[in-house]
Structures are given as structure tokens and as C-alpha cells.
């Protein structure tokens, strides 16, 4: 553990691929989450990979649920070996409850408990409303939007209806200026970040807290690299933001590490801006924005 002073806008170390920390200073206590247990969707990979890291550096032990099982298998192996904590791989596809239903089944088989759901989920990619198909909506729609209410609600039935829990979910600031090239996206985590004030009303009796993150643009992630400038003059677009800077996974792993422990204990219902201020100063023009997208093949 370092004893050098951190700075209050310091960003903390980080790595851009999906790999665990090289260097890790502890802020809260290193046993906040001990004996937790952590369901995370789309943990295998980038903002959610890190989080399942500093979690598990606290104590939880995870699961990490996406479609790709070949990908959680490395990540898997990689955060336990790193953390000396168990993570357990599943697939599930979030937009099919059957399959979600399967993975909660078998993570409360291995581990008995699930305290901490993470909705980190999600599909994103650049077009304009006028060329994005039926599907192409509706596919976003249903990955971000429905696919955080299913995974809550079986997380719901199966575990905290009668043992409590804490819900954080990963919604963006893109519907604060309704982001141009983003209707899809901008409505599901709309549609989530109502969802979470919903859920806390009516779970809260059963000492289910249910809260939101937006993060800014985060570095080493799929969501920049899909969704960034990829033109020279791209960059030059951070220095608008109030902290100058872009954000890292560490950054939004930490406000999710400080909503699920007993820290936020009285917290319920909200939204957490981790971005540096950017929603408040970035440029949304529609027309600059069209020479982005035609830099971005359809992924
Ligand atoms: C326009 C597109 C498109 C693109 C897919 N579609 N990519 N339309 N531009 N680039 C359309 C397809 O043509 C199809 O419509 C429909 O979307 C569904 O596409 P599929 O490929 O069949 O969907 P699926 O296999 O389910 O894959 C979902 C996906 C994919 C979202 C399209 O990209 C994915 O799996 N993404 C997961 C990883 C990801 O996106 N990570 C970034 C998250 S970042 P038609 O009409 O042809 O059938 C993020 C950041 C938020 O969320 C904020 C950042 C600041
Ligand atoms: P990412 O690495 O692509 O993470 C998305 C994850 O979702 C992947 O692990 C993917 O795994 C999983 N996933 C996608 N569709 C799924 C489905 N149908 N069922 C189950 N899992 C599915 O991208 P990221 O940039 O780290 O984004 C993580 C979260 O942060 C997202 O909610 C995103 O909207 C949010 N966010 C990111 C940024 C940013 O700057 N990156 C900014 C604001 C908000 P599989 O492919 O294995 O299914």
C-alpha cells in the first residue's frame, strides 16, 4: 500500500487493455465488501471487468455474466489470480430471461448468496436516427433497457426480495442534451435511469437499494473506441472537458464500490455523474458529430 497523498481530482493508476491493476492504493478499507457476493453483467470486459477487480479487491467474491465465454473464462482467471478471490465465469444473455435464470441459479448454487448486482450490460454504437433500422433501436433498447429490468428482477425473486441488496446500474449522460447520433442509447439508459427510482420506491421496504452511475467518456474502453473521434483533432475535445481530462475504469469502478457498501447506506433512487463535468461543457453539434460517424464502420 503507497502512504503518498492522493490529490481529490487525481486520476487513480489504471491499464487500457482488460487487465488487472499493476498498482493499487486502498481508499476505503480493504475488507468493505468481505464475505459479498457480486453478480456482474458484462464483467469480462472493460468498465465492468474493472469493477469486478475492485470489488474483489475489497473482499466480494463475483460472477461476471455475459454472452462471450470464452472472454469471462480469461477475465475470470485473471481477476481471481490478481485478487486471490473467486469469480465465477457464466453466460447468460440479458435480453433472455431463461438464461439469466439458469445463471443466478448456478451462482447461488456455487456461492449460497448474491448481495450486489451490477448492471453493466450494454451495446452502443454510432447513427443517426434517420438511418438506424427498427432492429437496430430495438436492439439497443433491449440490451441496455430491458435487459437491466430482467436481470433485476430475477435477482429480485431468487435472492433479495428476503435478504436486502444493493443494485448499481451503469447508465451515460447522453440523454442530458439528447447526445446527437445516440437516440437508441440515450433512451434505454433514460429508460434505466428512471427505472432505478422506481425500483427503490418499491424495494427499498426489503432494504434493496437501487442506484445509477453515468460515466463520461472512460479511456480504454469499447465504448470510446466506438464511439471517440478517431481524427487527430479529436482529442483537442477533452480540454473542454472541466477536468480536462478523460476518466479511467478505476474512476467509475470506485463510485460503484462506494454505492454498494454500507458508506451509502442512506442512499437510494440517484444518479452519480463520474465524468469530470463534461455533460455540463461538451459540444453536441448534430453536423460535426455525422463527420464522426462516417468514421465508424458498422461494428
Ligand atoms: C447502425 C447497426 C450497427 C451500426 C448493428 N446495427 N451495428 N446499425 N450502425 N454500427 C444494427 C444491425 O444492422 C441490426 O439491425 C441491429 O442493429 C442488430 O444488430 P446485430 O448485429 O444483429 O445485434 P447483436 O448481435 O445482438 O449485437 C448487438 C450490438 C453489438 C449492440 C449491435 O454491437 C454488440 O454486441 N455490442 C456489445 C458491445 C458494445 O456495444 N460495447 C459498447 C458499449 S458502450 P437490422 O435492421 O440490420 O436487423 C456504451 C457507451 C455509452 O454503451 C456512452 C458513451 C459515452
Ligand atoms: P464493453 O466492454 O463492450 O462492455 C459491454 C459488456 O456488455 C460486454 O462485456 C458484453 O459482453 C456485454 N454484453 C453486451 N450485450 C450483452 C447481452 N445481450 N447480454 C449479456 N451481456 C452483454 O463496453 P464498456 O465501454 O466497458 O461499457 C460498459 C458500460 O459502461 C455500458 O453500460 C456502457 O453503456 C457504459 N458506459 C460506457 C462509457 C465509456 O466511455 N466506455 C460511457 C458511458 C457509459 P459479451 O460480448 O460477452 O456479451
Known amino acids: 500500500m503507497s502512504s503518498q ?3 481529490a481530482c487525481q486520476a487513480p493508476p489504471d491499464v487500457e487493455t482488460d487487465d488487472c491493476l499493476q498498482e493499487y492504493t ?12 457480486a453478480f456482474i453483467t458484462g464483467g469480462g470486459s472493460g468498465i465492468g471487468f474493472r469493477i469486478a477487480e475492485v470489488l474483489m479487491r475489497h473482499g466480494c467474491r463475483t460472477v461476471i455474466a455475459s454472452r462471450n465465454l470464452q472472454r469471462l473464462t480469461e477475465a475470470a482467471k485473471k481477476l481471481s489470480a490478481a485478487t486471490g478471490q473467486r469469480c465465477l465465469p457464466l453466460v447468460l ?46 436492439t439497443v433498447m433491449d440490451i441496455d433497457a430491458l435487459g437491466t429490468f430482467n436481470v433485476s428482477k430475477v435477482l429480485y425473486e431468487k435472492s433479495f426480495r428476503d435478504h436486502g441488496g444493493a443494485i448499481v446500474n451503469i447508465s451515460a449522460t447522453l440523454h442530458y442534451k439528447g447526445q446527437a447520433l445516440q437516440v437508441h442509447a440515450g433512451s434505454a439508459k433514460a429508460a434505466i435511469d428512471a427505472m432505478a427510482k422506481h425500483l427503490a420506491v418499491e424495494w427499498g421496504p426489503n432494504r434493496i437499494r437501487v442506484n445509477n452511475i453515468a460515466p463520461g467518456p472512460i ?41 454498494v457498501s454500507p458508506l451509502a447506506s442512506y442512499v437510494t433512487g440517484t444518479t452519480l455523474v463520474v465524468d469530470g463535468g463534461a455533460w455540463l461543457t461538451s459540444p453536441n453539434g448534430f453536423s460535426s458529430l455525422l463527420g464522426t460517424a462516417s468514421h465508424s464502420a458498422k461494428l
Open 26 to 37: 486502498y481508499l476505503f478499507s480493504p475488507d468493505i465488501l468481505k464475505g459479498q457476493v
Open 219 to 259: 479511456s480504454g474502453t469499447e465504448g470510446v473506441r466506438r464511439l471517440a473521434d478517431p481524427r487527430p483533432s479529436g482529442n483537442s475535445i477533452f480540454q473542454l472537458i472541466p477536468l480536462q481530462r478523460m476518466g479511467n475504469k478505476t474512476e467509475i469502478a470506485h463510485g460503484v464500490l462506494y454505492l
Open 93 to 138: 444473455d440479458v435480453r433472455q430471461p431463461q438464461t439469466i435464470v439458469a445463471a443466478v441459479d448456478e451462482a447461488l448454487k456455487e456461492f449460497g448468496k448474491i448481495n450486489i448486482l451490477v448492471n453493466n450490460a450494454a451495446g452502443n454504437f454510432l447513427c443517426p436516427a434517420s438511418s438506424l433500422s427498427f432492429n437496430a433501436y430495438k
Open 5 to 7: 497523498p492522493v490529490l
